[in-house]
């Protein structure tokens, strides 16, 4: 914003002031007369009116910039699909998913069985790692939340490579192309579920002894998180060379591990804890006024806290443990959404859900052809792609 | 600025005209606001609305309230008074459950609050934070989080005709789409105490509404109070530093000393030996324009 600017804004709020000042005086002065407030009801009426256009307006363009949001997803989707190793035309992609699964053509097979999951796949854990971030961020008060503030990253990287390294399950090396194989995903994916649920429940535990304070959960993830760091570290010190290569593998996260069954499961619980979390949208916008405020409100604070943080745990834990650790949508898309639909849940859950999906399904997209034949896990190309487009908005971000 | 206001005389012949614009539906939200008061309108109005009955409170072992008995009736201001650190914010507290006294009772009408559910209560006891948090929301939508204890899944033409009315008669209408981040400290207090009313509350509680805001602002304020409780017949309980402040606006004072209740007195009861007693410092206290004022002497 430039000074002119500023100076603009500045005078344009002294005008704002003085007019309400000039107003309150007015009503004082009502005050004292009883007869006067009565026959102010008419003027109320007819001011009212504009309000309610001046404010309808307003959440309809909040609703309007969420369903352009869906509109450019579904675009995306398609042209996701589109693109590849092999080219297929959009209109083939539409005629396809019209005509159903089942085809037997390459072209068929190619979408349904590849494409089609792993865009989906793109689009139900982008906007679970938002809807957690948005989440994460209300309860902790803490802008900096993420799912894996609390550690949940570090305790699943850990649970997969203590999976690989006892139980000889997840990757072994070979001389295929990619390098490394799955021997036994389902192994590799419960140890990183079990290790960063177990996470949470340690997190509820010091809560319990020490009240459901931000800081308690944040200081508590924090070191749940060092310490499974180390114990990564361990593991990584003492294996071989292919169980290394397994690990840091199973790190990086990528959508194109699951299968349509996977997905299914992500979807679904994906979706139940986003529906959780939008129902209480109206108590995290309570929480962000304040707690005793929000307690003036008739809000359980406490609760409120706890279950949020179970149900973006939940989220976090069942993406990370199948597709490997995607950072920064879940930080930055609630931060992108707030500098343009504000704080209000109402409109920031689902604008974030959205604007993870979006982004995450463009990661995906470009990591599949920016190199090809060579394929990048999507979770290089997320904070490629989202950092700059994050502080553009931080510099030229547009309130609507 | 109208200064010595005659808010004595308003507050008797406001008739209950005024509370049924805001408060349009009393029995539509069930037992909570709109029951009790009924109950209270038919009886006589100067029966307790809210009572805090031999409250105790403790931090681990430091006893913060010991024996606080204190109650409000309809259409009076209860300043509590005392100096820092004394109970007042505490005590406010817990006359909504923010906090929960080890022993005694809080009443509201025949209600005990400890029975309540925190939804009951905040249909009832409106409460405004000393300090509040902006976020990135619209004063608008600020202010609508105070329907949150009577919201359903959708938000009913009622619930934006209360915000509407309330916006108008806080002044705030002109500004109720601008960022709560980006309003003065003053306006925001406004805002709040503005939540507090779509609340539809018949007690308000309110820590220290005037710190951190300039003379005119004080007198703006608490004149919107004082609007409020005449209009509403409802009753307030508000923490205060500024005693002087506390005289023009409230009916009746209660001085905090050492954790419990030093004394209730009206305007009258104000005199420099209690001042000395609870405070500590030589005062006078002279008249002006009929209204007693606390000056420090040297």
Not at chain 1, 229 to 239: E, I, P, R, S, W
Not at chain 1, 256 to 263: H, V
Not at chain 2, 223 to 243: E, F, G, P, Y
Not at chain 2, 259 to 284: F, M, N, Q, R, W
């Amino acid at each position: 914003m430039t000074t002119e600017d500023k100076a603009e804004e500045i005078s344009k709020t002294e005008y704002t002031v003085d007019t309400v000042e000039d107003k309150a005086e007015d009503r004082a002065e009502e005050t004292t007369e009883n007869s006067a407030q009565c026959t102010a009801e008419n003027k109320v009426e007819d001011r009212t009116e504009g309000n309610v256009e001046d404010y309808m307006s307003y959440v309809g363009r909040k609703y309007t910039a969420i369903f352009l949001g869906i509109a450019v997803t579904v675009v995306m989707f398609l042209v996701s699909i589109s693109v590849g190793s092999v080219s297929i035309p959009i209109p083939d992609v539409i005629s396809t998913i019209l005509g159903g699964p089942g085809g037997t053509s390459l072209v068929e097979r190619v979408i349904w069985n590849i494409r089609i999951p792993q865009a989906l796949t793109a689009i139900a854990a982008g906007a679970g790692l938002a809807v957690a971030g948005v989440a994460m961020q209300s309860v902790l008060r803490n802008p900096l939340a993420s799912p894996f503030t609390l550690g949940l990253s570090n305790a699943a990287a850990f649970g997969a490579a203590v999976g690989i390294l006892i139980f000889d399950a997840g990757m072994t090396g070979s001389n295929m192309m990619d390098a490394v194989v799955i021997n036994n995903p389902y192994l590799t994916t419960g140890m990183a579920f079990i290790l960063s649920m177990l996470t949470t429940v340690l997190i509820l535990a010091i809560t319990r002894i020490r009240g459901a304070t931000p800081e308690t959960m944040v200081l508590a993830g924090v070191a749940i998180s060092s310490l499974f760091a180390a114990g990564l570290m361990a593991v990584q010190y003492f294996v071989d060379d292919t169980r290394l290569a397994s690990i840091v593998f199973w790190q990086f996260g990528d959508v194109a591990r699951a299968s349509w069954s996977e997905l299914g499961l992500i979807a679904l619980i994906v979706l139940i804890c986003s529906i959780y979390i939008f129902c209480k949208r109206w108590d995290y916008n309570a929480v962000d006024a304040g707690e005793e405020t929000a307690k003036g409100l008739g809000v359980n604070v406490d609760m409120t806290r706890i279950t949020g943080m179970v149900a973006a745990s939940l989220i976090s834990a069942i993406v990370v443990s199948f597709l490997g650790i995607i950072g920064f949508v879940g930080l930055v898309c609630p931060h992108m959404m707030r500098r343009i639909v504000g704080d209000d849940h109402r409109f920031l859950i689902p604008a974030s859900l959205v604007c993870g999906s979006l982004l995450l399904l463009v990661a995906d997209t470009v990591a599949r052809t920016i190199i090809a034949p060579h394929i990048l896990p999507v979770a290089v190309l997320t904070a490629f792609l989202g950092a700059p487009i994050f502080i553009y908005i931080i510099i030229k971000g547009r309130r609507i | 600025m109208t200064g010595d206001h005659t808010h004595d005389g308003v507050m008797h012949e406001h008739p209950h005209s005024h509370r049924d614009v805001v408060h349009t539906h009393p029995h539509s939200h069930g037992g909570g606001c709109g029951g009790c008061c009924e109950h209270h309108r038919d009886d006589d109005d100067c029966l307790a609305l809210l009572r805090a009955d031999a409250v105790e409170f403790e931090y681990g072992t430091t006893k913060i309230l010991k024996d606080i008995t204190v109650e409000v009736s309809r259409g009076e201001i209860l300043a509590i008074l005392g100096p820092n650190g004394v109970g007042k914010s505490t005590l406010l507290k817990c006359m909504n459950m923010i906090l929960k006294p080890k022993a005694g009772t809080i009443l509201i009408g025949d209600m005990d609050l400890s029975k309540m559910s925190g939804r009951d209560i905040a249909r009832n006891v409106g409460y405004v934070a000393q300090r509040n948090e902006s976020a990135r929301m619209t004063v608008f939508d600020t202010v609508l989080l105070g329907r949150k204890p009577h919201l359903g899944w959708k938000i009913t033409e009622h619930d934006y005709d209360l915000v509407y009315d309330a916006l108008e008669k806080f002044g705030l209408s002109n500004m109720q789409l601008r960022y709560i981040d980006e309003i003065s400290g003053g306006e925001l207090q406004r805002v709040c105490v503005c939540r507090a009313i779509v609340q539809e509350p018949s007690v308000l509680l309110l820590d220290e509404p005037t710190s951190a805001l300039d003379m005119s602002r004080q007198m703006e304020i608490l004149k919107l109070i004082r609007h409020v409780v005449d209009c509403h017949n409802c009753a307030t309980i508000m923490t205060m530093h500024d005693l002087n402040l506390a005289l023009r606006f409230a009916d009746k004072f209660v001085f905090m000393k050492g954790g419990k209740i030093h004394k209730i007195c009206d305007k009258s009861g104000v005199t420099p030996e209690l001042i000395e007693e609870v405070y500590g410092i030589a005062v006078d206290v002279i008249s002006h324009n009929n209204m007693p004022i606390v000056v420090p002497k040297f």
